[in-house]
Structures are given as structure tokens and as C-alpha cells.
């Protein structure tokens, strides 16, 4: 099995790269693919940039031509449900697209001719990347202390539903306009709902995990930063590597 994983920033994914065995670089429209053994599994690492077209892209020339057989996407979020705090770990059951807008010829949030206004990824295709990242946090007390000098304490693993959008969401209003019209949304991020399409029109299974870097208020883009530059690799490889020896 060969699995794609993918990041939308070089800080998410840069740690997987470089722990890439028997390394081989591919250029592809725009994006750099890096092919080769990641805890001795086959896997393809690649930064797919932000955004729901960088990210539907770069799935699809996953799946296509580099023909993996999965596709795991790591990256940050900003938390929309008040439960959620920075280090907490999301995996994604329903992806809704909240910048998705046709009426009134369409429902609000209605992929057309889709006829939904989310795409599901099933509880049984999520069970080893759960596993894998409440692994990760409840085995690595190093890593535990790092986080706490942050103030980042008993980090918890949760499932549910994320909303995708092209917009960084830095404004308690809009924060509110999403939390009142996706009550269910734990978390926003800028590609999840894009990857999840292209993976349900080829039928390619998939995991999203999203750490939450910020609160989406008016803080979000200097803590998305903070906890990028300090964070965000260490979970991406950490919970792959859980995940791939899970396998
Ligand atoms: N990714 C991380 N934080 C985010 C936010 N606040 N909005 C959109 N995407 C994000």
C-alpha cells in the first residue's frame, strides 16, 4: 500500500520529509513530491500549498499518477468549538465546504450535483489514526513538557466535523457566523472539504488530523504561527509514525 501524505505548510510536513529513507524528488505541477520509505513503509510526502484548489491538485495528482492507495493529510486549524484548546487533536468524520454558497439555486454549503453539503470519512476507515494519535500523545512525556512551557496541558484526541474554506479565519464574528450555521463544526482549516471530494470522486480512503494552533479570533495568525514554528511537525511525524508501525 502506498500512502500520500500531505501538508499545507512546509512547517506541517517538514519533519516527515526528512525522515524519508531511499529519497526521491519528483517535480510536478508546481509541487515537489517526495517518494521513499517512512518507517519502512512506501509513502509519498508532499506540501500541497494552502487552499481548497491547492489542495484538490495536488490530491488528485496524488491519486492519479502517483496512484497511492491512501491519502493522509496533517495540518493545523483554528478551533470553532469552544471545547476545543491549542494542542488538541481533531480527526475529521464530516467535512463540510463553509465558503460553499449557490443559492438559491442550491442550499447553502450543497456541493453541486452532489446533493450533500458534506463528505463523510466512516468511523471504521478512522479507527488506526485515532488510535495512532491517542498513542502518540498519551506515550511521548518529552514531548508533554515541551508543550506544557507553552501552557499546553493534557492534550485530548477528538472525532467530528471540520469546515473547509478558502478564508483564515482571524474574526470572532465570522468564528460565530460558522459556529451558528455548522453547530456540529469542531474546527476550520483552508483544505480538509477539498482533499475529501477528490478522495469521494476517485473512491481513495482517506484521514484528515488537524492540530488546533489557534482559537480563530483575532489572536489566530501570530498563535497559527507560534504553534507552527514550535509544534506542528513533532504531531505530524509523531502520530504518522504511530500510524504506519500500527500497519
Ligand atoms: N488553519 C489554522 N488556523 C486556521 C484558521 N484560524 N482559519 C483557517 N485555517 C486555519
Redesign the pocket.
Known amino acids: 500500500m502506498l500512502i500520500g501524505l500531505m501538508g499545507?505548510m512546509p512547517e506541517e510536513i517538514e519533519k516527515i520529509i526528512n525522515s524519508i529513507q531511499d529519497k526521491k524528488e519528483t517535480q510536478n505541477g508546481n509541487r515537489v513530491y517526495h517518494t521513499g520509505k517512512l518507517f519502512g513503509h512506501n509513502i509519498v510526502a508532499v506540501f500541497s500549498r494552502w487552499g481548497k484548489v491547492a489542495a484538490a491538485t495536488t490530491a488528485t495528482d496524488l491519486i492519479v499518477n502517483f496512484k497511492v492507495d491512501k491519502i493522509i493529510f496533517t495540518?493545523?486549524?483554528?478551533a470553532i468549538s469552544d471545547d476545543l484548546n491549542i494542542g488538541d487533536v481533531v480527526i475529521a468524520e464530516r467535512l463540510f465546504q463553509h465558503d460553499m454558497d449557490a443559492r438559491p439555486l442550491m442550499k447553502q454549503f450543497e456541493i453541486p450535483l452532489m446533493n450533500t453539503t458534506f463528505f463523510e470519512i466512516k468511523k471504521q476507515e478512522n479507527l488506526k489514526i485515532l488510535n495512532a494519535a491517542n498513542n502518540f500523545i498519551a506515550n511521548n512525556s518529552d514531548f508533554k513538557n515541551k508543550l506544557s512551557k507553552s501552557n499546553i496541558n493534557m492534550p485530548k484526541v477528538v472525532v467530528g466535523d471540520v469546515a473547509s474554506?478558502d478564508?483564515?479565519?482571524?474574526d470572532i464574528a465570522i468564528k460565530q457566523n460558522i459556529q451558528k450555521k455548522l453547530p456540529s463544526v469542531l474546527c476550520?482549516?483552508?483544505e480538509g472539504a477539498a482533499v475529501a471530494q477528490v478522495c469521494n470522486d476517485f473512491e481513495t480512503p482517506l484521514n484528515i488530523v488537524?492540530v488546533i494552533?489557534?482559537?480563530?479570533t483575532e489572536k489566530?495568525?501570530s498563535h497559527?504561527m507560534d504553534f507552527l514554528n514550535k509544534y506542528a511537525s513533532d504531531y505530524s511525524l509523531g502520530i504518522i509514525k504511530e500510524y504506519i508501525q500500527s500497519l
Open positions: 499545507a495540518g493545523v486549524a483554528g474554506g478564508v483564515f479565519v482571524a476550520v482549516e483552508m488537524r494552533s489557534d482559537t480563530a489566530a495568525s497559527a
